[in-house]
């Protein structure tokens, strides 16, 4: 057992030596080598569209932090710009898309020829996995359905969620047309990012806190069930993040993935009586934490680990890091977590 097979040993909810961990967003401006690199790349998106570069700020926070596993630098509205949303990220703004909100538009939309149209980002997964030889396992990414769809629908994103909403309330059969859409766009890229050597999949569903519980369940849910039964055959394990779902873990937890990622509004413990013995829990750290000194972080580590018990748990923050964080605060939960998390035998 070492720091290569940890991570995926947790998924499956086998013995781990200690708690393995990665960070959501773990190369992003907080580093300062990935600052160089983004200086280098003419914007964002190109740095997500040449492989070099996509590889080169992948394996960044692998060799700074220690994590127990690598993250494909991509981002989730990359597949979307290939169904035909036009796509840019202005500086300081985060992306701005052309938003489709009618029939004619949804009907518009194409399921792209991932192999042919998405190629930079399965060129940059066949890279990191020669770079990384065998050290960490890759795991690649998608956003979940009804995310996507909140960001084709505000065309940024969203506040009050209003126009994704308008489309789900007044118009749900062309919402359903739309999710579909996607579906099969994840289905297609999330398959092709197995094939070319992705180890494990996440889903991103960062904005379906939005939702009710019953709307989580007509819109939302049945989308990533869908998702996750098509690709379970490819073998590689599936955490599905429903970021601020509180009140949607226990049905999260009838989709079919290996791992739920947990946000830090809730306690790991009181997760896990809503979802049963089945999954691995991910998560859950406040990324505000570490913006502490290391014995508040040692101490709010701590309470993480001792919530997830001797239950299958992969250490995560609950959402991205932030740019203000220091690196060494970084490096100092992984040390902590790799510490605290070994298993007495
Ligand atoms: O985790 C990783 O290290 C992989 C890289 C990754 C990025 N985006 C890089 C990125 C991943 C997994 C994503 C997913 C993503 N993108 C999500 C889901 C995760 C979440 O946070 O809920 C979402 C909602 C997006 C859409 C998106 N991309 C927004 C809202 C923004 C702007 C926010 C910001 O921080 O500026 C982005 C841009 C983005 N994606 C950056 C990075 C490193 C910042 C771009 C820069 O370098 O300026």
């Known amino acids: 057992m070492s720091r290569a097979d940890r991570f995926l040993q947790a998924l499956a909810g086998q013995p781990v030596d200690t708690t393995p961990l990665w960070i959501m967003r773990q190369a992003g401006r907080y580093l300062p080598e990935y600052r160089a690199t983004r200086a280098r790349a003419h914007d964002f998106l190109t740095l997500c569209k ?14 700074r932090l220690g994590v127990d596993a690598a993250i494909l630098f991509s981002d989730i509205l990359i597949p979307v710009e290939k169904m035909g949303v036009p796509l840019t990220f202005a500086e300081g703004e985060g992306p701005r898309l052309q938003p489709v909100r009618d029939a004619a538009g949804i009907a518009a939309l194409r399921v792209p020829d991932v192999e042919g149209e998405l190629g930079y980002v399965l060129d940059a997964i066949r890279l990191v996995r020669r770079a990384l030889d065998g050290k960490v396992p890759l795991i690649g990414f998608a956003g979940a359905p009804f995310t996507l769809l909140s960001y084709v629908v505000e065309g940024q994103t969203g506040k009050q969620f209003a126009e994704t909403k308008r489309l789900l ?12 859409k996607i579906a099969d766009t994840t289905v297609a890229y999330l398959g092709a990012q197995v094939r070319a050597g992705a180890q494990a999949l996440q889903l991103f569903d960062s904005w379906v806190g939005q939702l009710a519980p019953e709307d989580f369940s007509a819109f939302a849910a049945p989308y990533v069930k869908q998702v996750i039964d098509r690709l379970t055959p490819l073998g590689a394990p599936i955490i599905y993040f429903a970021n601020d779902g509180a009140m949607l873990l226990g049905e999260a937890a009838k989709l079919g993935a290996h791992a739920l990622g947990v946000d830090w509004r809730v306690p790991l413990d009181r997760a896990r009586a809503q979802v049963g013995d089945q999954v691995t829990l991910q998560g859950n750290l406040d990324p505000c934490v570490l913006f502490a000194p290391p ?3 040692e101490r709010r580590a701590a309470d993480v680990l001792r919530r997830a018990g001797d239950r299958p748990h992969v250490f995560n923050l609950g959402h991205g890091i932030l740019p203000p964080t220091p690196p060494e605060h970084a490096e100092a939960l992984v040390e902590i977590v790799h510490r605290l998390g070994q298993r007495r035998s």
């Open 50 to 63: 040449t492989p070099e570069l996509a590889c080169e700020v992948t394996l960044q926070p692998v060799e």
């Open 169 to 180: 309330f007044a118009a749900p059969e062309l919402a359903h047309r739309l999710l579909q």
């Open 295 to 297: 014995e508040v972080i």
